[in-house]
T-cell receptor, first 114, second 118 residues
């Protein structure tokens, strides 16, 4: 019974393509996040949504657009993929998000742009 | 500015040794939260512990223990009698409360890769 799930797990695509990563949580949490882990394993926040409202947009190129159809889902759409977008993208969720609640992470999506 | 530093990039120990992973943080806020996550070779991020800034009690969970010292802004993690299955990248992270203008994001350290050899 997966708490935070992401699809796909692996994504290999060509430069210039558009792709989406989906995230779903069944924990009943109000806040969801996207983090990027680069090749050096460094983890950095990209976006967060609280009850479908954008809270964090952390200096991410406009090619990245999050969408939250409901509070259990936060998808990430990437336009015009570039080589530098190759990374592991993690979705996470937490109860509320403003009292340092624990964030639970999905398994990650490994994106390789060729 | 908020910052988390894990000065040890890689640590290698032999099974059954004790090992301590260091974490030093910077924040101007009085209310904040500290975390440790484990990333095994399979790649997922596994939550280990959460501590708030008002609770300086050390915590022990099986072979794992955490030492939180506000005076030195450190939140170190010790694995006693290490095992091969402990081999992973360990991340320390900081989050501030929304009341300070923070947005609840986690600020991660660079990670420490622990290799436990049999």
């Amino acid at each position: 019974d997966t708490a935070v799930s992401q699809t796909p797990k692996y994504l290999v695509t060509q430069m210039g393509n558009d792709k989406s990563i989906k995230c779903e949580q069944n924990l009943g949490h109000d806040t969801m996040y996207w983090y990027k882990q680069d090749s050096k394993k460094f983890l950095k926040i990209m976006f967060s949504y609280n009850n479908k409202e954008l809270i964090i947009n952390e200096t991410v190129p406009n090619r990245f657009s999050p969408k939250s159809p409901d509070k259990a889902h936060l998808n990430l759409h990437i336009n015009s993929l570039e080589l530098g977008d190759s990374a592991v993208y993690f979705c996470a969720s937490s109860q509320e998000g403003y009292r340092g609640e624990t964030q639970y992470f999905g398994p990650g999506t490994r994106l390789l742009v060729l | 500015a908020q910052k988390v530093t894990q000065a040890q990039t890689e640590i290698s120990v032999v099974e059954k040794e004790d090992v301590t992973l260091d974490c030093v943080y910077e924040t101007r806020d009085t209310t904040y939260y500290l975390f440790w996550y484990k990333q095994p070779p399979s790649g997922e991020l596994v939550f280990l512990i959460r501590r708030n800034s008002f609770d300086e009690q050390n915590e022990i969970s099986g072979r794992y223990s955490w030492n939180f010292q506000k005076s030195t802004s450190s939140f170190n993690f010790t694995i006693t009698a290490s095992q091969v299955v402990d081999s992973a990248v360990y991340f320390c992270a900081l989050s501030e409360s929304w009341s300070s203008g923070n947005t609840g994001k986690l600020i991660f350290g660079q990670g420490t890769t622990l290799q436990v050899k049999p």
